[in-house]
Each structure stands twice: as C-alpha cells, then as structure tokens.
C-alpha cells in the first residue's frame, strides 16, 4: 500500500511530519529491496529533505521537475539518496514500482543520484565534498544572472563526514568572498562516518564558530524539529540582500526514526533484512498512528 502524501496536503508542522514519516517509510522499503545501501544517513536526512520540498519555503514547480526557472537542490552527500528518492516519491515524482528498484542495474534509482536517469535532479553526485563547490557556482551564475527582486536559491545539504573534504572549505571561502546571500547549506550533524564517531575520526571543532569565520550567517538547530527547519529556512530567507551565505547546522541522530538504527555506526552502510525492516515499519507505524492522532485531535 503506497504511503504517497498528495503534495498539496504539506505545508504545516505536522503535515510536514506525516511526509517525513512516509518518507522514511519509504526509505527502509527500497533499502530491504536493494539489500544495500546506507540507512543511517538517509534517515538523519529525512527531516531536513521534509522540511525542504514541503514547507514552500523552496521554490519550484511540482508539476514539472525539470524546470530550470526555480530554486536549485543539490545532495552533496549522495549515498542519503533513498531520502530524495523519498521526498521525490511523495511529489510523485517517483512511482510505486519504481521504489523497489534501488541500486538495480538500468534502474532511475542509482546508489547515488544520476541526473541522467531520473527527472529533478541537477546533477549527478556522491563524490562526497563537490556538492558544496557545484552550488556555489550556480549561486554565482544565478546571482549574476537575476534580477534582485527575483532572487533564486539554491539549497545544499552536506554530511558532516564530508566536511573533512577540504574543497568544502574552499567553496566556504568562494561563497562569502562572492556575497552569495542565496545559497543555503544543511550540515547533517549526526556525528557518525563509516569508521566511527566524526569527532574521533577527524573532529569539525567548533563548526559553528568555523562558518561564521568564513563569512557565513549561522543558525545551529535540532535537525529532527520540523518547526525549528521550517524557521531557520525563514530566517535563510530573511538574509536575502545580507552578502552572507547561510549555514544551517543541524543536529541529527544516525538512523532517527528506527530505533535500533539510532546513533549505530553499524548502519551507515548495510541494508535491513527482511525481519528488521518489518521491525522499523512497525516502529515507524506506531509513529504514524501517534501524528494522525495528533490530527485529530487538532
């Protein structure tokens, strides 16, 4: 049964939630199906992709995904794929039998995104640490090229493991030195990589204070609230005309949403089997039941 949000149902706080939960739904069916791929960091993601593509705040045109006149999107962190192909799905974007497809050969739905094979996507990415760099450069070209009354965004989220890919600093340093006020990045804080804890591996510091430093206008929240997203996303908005880029770090928990998923290292890259997807979508319905309660309550 297709768990699939009419895309104009979102928009509130907790309709945004239901996304996500279908969305993540979603998600621990086509990595079952795929036997691989990486659970933990798509559903650290799921949130923020929620928060993105139904809260309005980005604009683009859900009838026809490839239009070029809109707001821009890029997954820097590439193997979180299953979360876009989520939020593509409930846009219908994706369709039902597509989902089972992932990571198959031939199929739309490539490990990591291929703009070649699926509608709505800018590029293709997984090369952890180019997502920044590319976004900067259409920041740039739209910055150039519109109007400011008709400023178009481009959005970014980012793993805080590929934060140790020093073209991200780079792109830090090209953005602020351009006043790119229209390019967003989303920091996926959930302080896990395939080797362990990021602050063990090699730590960010103060990735805060390390932003800010650069130039950025900063605003640090918990990357799991839809309604501190959806108002950083208006703060993002408000710095329009500042010079500043913006940089939304976003704590997060590896795996949220299943919880012998959470903050496990184990996750970053192994597929449920079937007993423990069945286990995460009983999970993720008792989650569901609890939103929908809140519906009618409200």
Not at 204 to 213: P, R, V
């Amino acid at each position: 049964m297709s768990t699939t949000i009419a895309a104009q149902d979102a928009g509130s706080v907790l309709e945004i939630e239901l996304v996500a939960n279908a969305m993540r739904h979603d998600i621990i069916r086509m990595l079952e199906a795929a036997k691989s791929g990486h659970p933990g960091g798509s559903l650290s993601a799921t949130d923020i992709m929620a928060t993105l593509y139904f809260s309005g705040e980005m604009d683009y045109d859900r009838e026809n995904p490839d239009d070029h006149s809109r707001d821009r999107f890029f997954l820097s962190k590439g193997h979180a794929a299953p979360a876009l192909y989520a939020a593509f799905h409930q846009l219908g974007w994706v369709a039902d039998e597509d989902l089972p497809t992932l990571r198959h050969l031939g199929s739309k739905l490539q490990g990591h995104p291929d703009c070649h094979a699926l509608r709505g996507l800018e590029v293709c990415s997984g090369s952890l640490g180019q997502g920044l760099s590319i976004s900067a450069g259409v920041a740039l070209g739209l910055k150039l090229d519109d109007a400011p009354e008709a400023r178009r965004r481009v959005f970014c989220v980012l793993g805080d493991g590929e934060m140790q890919e020093g073209s991200n600093w780079e792109a830090m340093m090209f953005a602020a030195h351009h006043g790119l006020d229209n390019l967003v990045a989303f920091l996926d804080l959930n302080n896990l990589q395939i080797d362990g804890h990021v602050t063990d591996v090699c730590s960010l510091g103060d990735i805060d204070a390390k932003f800010a430093a650069y130039g950025w206008g900063v605003r640090r929240v918990c990357g799991h609230d839809v309604a501190a997203l959806l108002d950083a996303l208006r703060w993002a908005k408000g710095n329009l005309g500042s010079g500043r880029p913006t940089a939304i770090i976003c704590e997060t928990v590896k795996g949220k949403g299943v919880s012998f998923m959470e903050d496990a290292c184990g996750w970053h890259g192994v597929a449920p089997s079937a007993d423990e997807a069945a286990a995460a979508i009983a999970e993720l319905d008792a989650a569901r039941a609890e939103l929908e309660k809140e519906v009618c309550h409200g």
